[in-house]
């Protein structure tokens, strides 16, 4: 499986915005879901958000109303726009794409497919 790469993660302080970003390195590809996760040390990995391939959103509770998901299938990329952020966003962010529509199982991150390396993001 082709592997996703991400970029944007900084450190920041409380209130701050972050955009992270994640694409396909090479040959372009369409993706029916695509979605971001971050995981905590010692934690789970938690679904943080997902698009689907004709701009459908879901978000997890914590992120509602802060975060914004979108994506550009031209650049094969996705985006994730963080605002008002607090240390307990604190993680690494993970991308994932899914060959199938994201569904009401968008985020059981066990039907992912491709996933990046993850990118830090601290709030602090």
């Known amino acids: 499986h082709v592997q996703l790469v991400e970029s944007g993660g900084a450190s920041v302080q409380p209130g701050g915005s972050l955009r992270l970003s994640c694409t396909t390195p090479g040959v372009a590809d369409s993706f029916y879901c695509m979605g971001w996760f971050r995981q905590t040390p010692g934690k789970e990995r938690e679904a943080v958000a997902s698009?689907?391939?004709?701009?459908?959103?879901a978000y997890s509770n914590s992120a509602k109303g802060r975060f914004f998901i979108s994506r550009d299938n031209a650049k094969n990329a996705l985006y994730l726009q963080m605002n008002s952020l607090e240390p307990e966003d604190t993680s690494m962010y993970y991308c994932a794409s899914l060959g199938r529509p994201c569904g009401l199982k968008w985020d059981d991150s066990g039907r992912y497919d491709r996933w990046g390396q993850g990118t830090q993001v601290t709030v602090s």
């Open positions: 698009i689907d391939d004709v701009g459908s959103t």
